[in-house]
């Protein structure tokens, strides 16, 4: 090892910008926990992406099927010692849980869905507590990957919801009678139906679940892919020999990742409340009386 | 120099200004509603993210596109 400086300190800490090691621009590829290179070229041999990207030999237990897992599991064990000891008199742990709960409660699924809400209500708790906690898992030690950053979990919650929310309306208006209400808005002319039942079947059928689980995705993704470049292109930049200039912006970009892994809570955050908003919103509209 | 990558990005790039204006119009308006009106601040919150999430919809169907296309 030569002189004791800080680019060298940091390179022995951080195996980035080594001999020979190119700058490579994060993208999807950092995504994809695969056993091996599915395409060749894809995934080098040194390659990240390559190594422990699943367990068991299996490609789809991989780090966000783990992760989803674990993130199930606490949201049970956590709501479940939150509800173990419950008390007239709160304590400040019950408090906490308490505000939560009703946050959901009356913030979310009272305000939109009315005196009906119980019968929805477990559903939007879980979705919300699960929401939260994988996309926090983003930036989180030992984690560091919102789960739905993979679409395909974004897709089963998005599934989820629209089978819920469509079997609401069929429960209370019948097939017909839901399929009436939600195709036809109140009070349109029958000559303008054929240009408003494509229509209003493309919102409510298509777009709706559509738009529920991209969303989600592509917040995560892009939220995650932001932090990556700052922090990678930092990286590369802090480690760079013999530019002190090149140095200094390395450090700037990796101190300005913790602004948006800041930033990062607050989506992960919000991207929860809207799923779960939403997902109440539509069934709502789904048992609503009038369209 | 050589730049590589997809010019869809610029696209996209293009695309987000509508959804931009669109949420950004939208929280000013909670903003001038929660001026005049303080205690109606939460029920436009609500209302507001649900218009908020719709808006967004075009910017999601963009990123998708950019990616597909």
Not at chain 1, 33 to 53: H, I, K, T
Not at chain 1, 99 to 115: E, K, M, T
Not at chain 2, 28 to 37: K, L
């Amino acid at each position: 090892m030569g002189p004791l400086t800080l680019p060298t300190l940091v390179g022995a800490l951080v195996p980035l910008a080594g001999e020979g090691h190119t700058y490579q621009t994060p993208g999807v590829r950092d995504f994809r926990y695969f056993c091996q290179a599915r395409e060749a070229g894809e995934l080098g041999p040194n390659d990240p992406g390559n190594v422990a990207g699943c367990t068991f030999g299996v490609d789809w237990l991989n780090k966000p099927f783990w992760q989803a897992v674990i993130g199930a599991a606490l949201v049970i064990v956590l709501w479940w010692l939150a509800a173990r000891k419950l008390s007239l008199v709160p304590g400040r742990g019950q408090f906490f849980w308490e505000y939560v709960y009703s946050f959901v409660r009356n913030g979310i699924a009272r305000d939109i869905l009315g005196p009906e809400y119980r019968r929805y209500l477990p559903y939007l708790l879980g979705l919300f507590s699960f929401l939260l906690v994988n996309n926090w898992f983003g930036e989180f030690f030992l984690f560091m990957l919102p789960t739905f950053s993979n679409i395909g979990y974004a897709w089963i919650l998005a599934i989820m919801s629209f089978v819920i929310y469509i079997g609401a309306g069929i429960r209370t208006h019948g097939v017909g009678g839901y399929l009436r209400r939600s195709l036809i808005p109140e009070g349109v002319p029958v000559y303008l139906w054929p240009i408003i039942i494509p229509l209003e079947f493309l919102s409510n059928f298509i777009t709706r679940p559509l738009t529920l689980a991209l969303r989600l995705f592509a917040n995560m993704f892009a939220g995650h892919l932001v932090v990556m470049v700052f922090v990678v292109g930092g990286a590369f930049l802090l480690t760079y020999p013999g530019n002190a200039f090149y140095n200094i912006s390395g450090a700037v970009s990796i101190l300005f990742s913790f602004a948006i892994l800041f930033l990062e809570l607050f989506i992960g955050l919000l991207q929860a409340y809207i799923f779960t908003v939403l997902t109440a919103q539509y069934i709502h509209s789904s048992v609503a009386e009038s369209h | 120099m050589e730049i590589t990558g997809s010019i869809n990005m610029i696209g996209y790039a293009l695309a987000t200004l509508g959804p931009a204006i669109g949420v950004a119009w939208i929280f000013a308006s909670v903003i001038n509603g929660t001026a005049r009106q303080p205690e109606a601040r939460s029920a436009m919150l609500s209302t507001a993210f649900i218009g908020f999430a719709v808006v967004e919809a075009l910017a999601i169907i963009g990123i998708a596109l950019a990616f597909v296309l």
